[in-house]
Structure formats: C-alpha cells, structure tokens
C-alpha cells in the first residue's frame, strides 16, 4: 500500500511516497501500557502485538477511577483474569472488539522495573498472565532495576528514580528489546542514523477525543520509496509526556526512530492532551474519562487511532506535514 505526503519545501510541493505493510503492533508506557492493551483487543484483526511498559490488564479499571489507582497501579491485587476476559467475550459478541481469537499466538512483551512504585509490577505480571490466558507468546522482563520509566540505551533521567520526562538512561533499550519481540526475525541488533528531516505530523481529530490537533510519524528514509514495505508500529506515551509536558521528548529520544530507520519501520506516535476536568495530567482514557466505551471500538480514542492507522495505509494523506522543513535543518 503507498502512501503519499505532500510536504512544502521552499514552498514547493514535494511529493513522498511511502508503503505500509499488514505487520502492525502498539506499545506504549504507563497509560500508554493500558492504552496499547485495549487497543490491541479491540483492534486485534489489524493490531498483531503490543509491547506494555507498565501497564495493566484489559479493562482492568473497570471504569472506576478508584480501581484503577488501587487495584491497576499501587497494588496490583484483586485483578481477576478471569473476568477480565468474559468481558472481552461479551465485547466480542456485540461486535465491540475484535475476535479474541486473533490473540492466540500474538507477540506481546512486558516490562516493569523493580523500582516502579507508580504501578506496582504485580500489576504487569498479571498482564503477562492474562495474556498467557489468551494463548499469546508472551516475553516479559521483571528483574531489571528500573523506575516508572521508559528505559534507553543512554537518554533521560536516572533510570532508579521516577521523575520528568519519565525516560530512563538505563543502558537498556526499551523499544528495540520489544520490538525484536514484536517482530520477530524483522528486527537486527543493528541502529539507523535518524534524520530531522523524517518526522511529519499527521492531524489527528479533537471532537470528544481528548487528544491534541496532531500525531507525529518517523517515516525512515527507506520508507519513502515506491517499493517499500515498511511495518508500522504505534507508541502511545504516558501521563505528564504530552508535547506541552517534555516537548518533543517522547517522539524523538525513546530510542524507537533508531530500531525503524534500521529495519524498515514506520512510528506512528498518537498525542493525549491534559484536561482540566478528569485528565489533568495528559493520560490515555483507560479508566472512561470520556465514556464507559473507552475500551472498545466505540471508544473515541481507539476510534481516533484505527482511522490514523487506516490512514497511513489508504495513502490519503495531503496533511501531513514535515516538521522540521529542510530549509531550517542545519547540514
């Protein structure tokens, strides 16, 4: 499938040129985890995988706001598994999720440090469990001396201690360990060189989403041919890692835009916005902020993503814009 981008160089128009393939997967930290989770039920026929970096369960909140901060993330008990999929069966049966059948055989990888007093790691290792529940292949990682953060190779914070933009410099690198999970035989040990030039923004809507007015997509520059056939991967950052929080942080230090220009993959980074009234701090609606449909295919935000995703993939895409135009990028 080839995608086209319209970008302004010079005030000329540049036509780019881009293929997605079927090998699609999410990931995503914290309330990105939970996001990428629910996200991945309900997408399942499109979605193949995702990669949860503290994170919970499906549904785990239950759309209560006091069982998400008790039960999903200070002590990760009282989560029953069980329930948790007859609720994704009766979704299933009214067509609100996709067929849970998709899951069987999926690549999921699971991350929770053992300094993580934000979500508790029980919380995640009763992911791992769920999952396993549902016949996924499951790679988890639990005994890593880490922070709630986003671990790297060697940007961010002190990997032990949770604190601002929450990414880690923790001499692991997060997305490329889930990744190669993700994609298995895809994905090399080896790391591109980025380019400024490579990041677009993508429009995203605002109507009851709670969501900023623009995505953000690294589009390697193997990717940018008539014959490519890049895979698609999509992050969903956590709470207080908005733009407005760290900026451009999220986009482009997580170490994600590296693993894609090595391995021919494209990084679709949807963004949350704060709201005073329910969602102060930026998070992903995993707990029905919005509404009570939050984790199904009614839900505004994973409507809002699949119709990103199902852009990407149409080749309609005459928004899309670079964010860093040649001419302001120093050679």
């Known amino acids: 499938m080839k995608?086209?981008?319209?970008?302004?160089?010079?005030?000329?128009?540049?036509?780019?040129?881009?293929?997605?393939?079927?090998?699609?997967?999410?990931?995503?930290?914290?309330?990105?985890?939970?996001?990428?989770?629910?996200?991945?039920?309900?997408?399942?026929?499109?979605?193949?995988?995702?990669?949860?970096?503290?994170?919970?369960?499906?549904?785990?909140a239950m759309a209560d706001f006091a069982t998400a901060n008790t039960n999903c993330m200070a002590l990760g008990t009282n989560i029953d598994?069980?329930?948790?999929?007859?609720v994704i069966k009766d979704n299933e049966a009214k067509g609100?999720?996709?067929?849970?059948?998709?899951?069987?055989?999926?690549?999921?990888?699971?991350?929770?440090?053992?300094?993580?007093?934000?979500?508790?790691?029980?919380?995640?290792?009763?992911?791992?469990?769920?999952?396993?529940?549902?016949?996924?292949?499951?790679?988890s990682l639990f005994d890593f001396d880490a922070a709630h953060t986003m671990p790297t190779e060697d940007f961010g914070a002190i990997c032990t201690v949770s604190m601002p933009p929450y990414i880690g410099k923790c001499g692991l690198n997060g997305a490329q360990a889930s990744l190669q999970h993700l994609h298995q035989d895809k994905v090399s040990n080896k790391l591109g060189e980025t380019s400024a030039s490579n990041v677009f923004s993508i429009p995203?809507?605002?109507?009851?989403?709670?969501?900023?007015?623009?995505?953000?997509?690294?589009?390697?520059?193997?990717?940018?041919?008539?014959?490519?056939?890049?895979?698609?991967?999509?992050?969903?950052?956590?709470?207080?890692?908005?733009?407005?929080?760290?900026?451009?942080?999220?986009?482009?230090?997580?170490?994600y835009n590296e693993v894609a220009e090595a391995n021919d993959m494209v990084i679709l980074y949807p963004q949350a916005v704060s709201k005073s009234s329910g969602n102060p701090y930026g998070c992903w609606d995993w707990w029905g902020f919005i509404n009570n449909d939050y984790a199904t295919n009614q839900g505004k935000q994973i409507a809002e993503v699949k119709r990103l995703i199902d852009l990407l993939k149409s080749g309609d895409l005459k928004e899309a814009k670079q964010v860093y135009p040649r001419e302001t990028l120093k050679e």
């Open 204 to 255: 995203q809507s605002t109507d009851g989403t709670v969501m900023g007015g623009e995505a953000f997509a690294y589009i390697p520059t193997a990717c940018q041919s008539d014959d490519a056939d890049c895979s698609l991967h999509v992050v969903f950052h956590g709470c207080l890692q908005t733009i407005k929080d760290i900026q451009m942080q999220y986009v482009e230090s997580t170490g």
């Open 96 to 139: 609100l999720v996709d067929s849970s059948e998709n899951l069987a055989g999926s690549n999921v990888y699971v991350f929770s440090g053992t300094k993580d007093y934000t979500v508790n790691p029980k919380v995640n290792q009763n992911t791992q469990t769920f999952y396993e529940k549902l016949g996924a292949n499951v790679e």
């Open 3 to 60: 995608l086209l981008f319209v970008l302004f160089v010079f005030g000329i128009a540049t036509a780019v040129q881009v293929g997605i393939s079927d090998d699609i997967t999410v990931g995503g930290l914290s309330s990105g985890a939970f996001m990428a989770v629910q996200t991945h039920v309900a997408l399942s026929e499109t979605v193949k995988g995702a990669a949860v970096f503290a994170g919970g369960p499906y549904f785990c």
């Open 81 to 86: 598994i069980d329930h948790l999929i007859s």
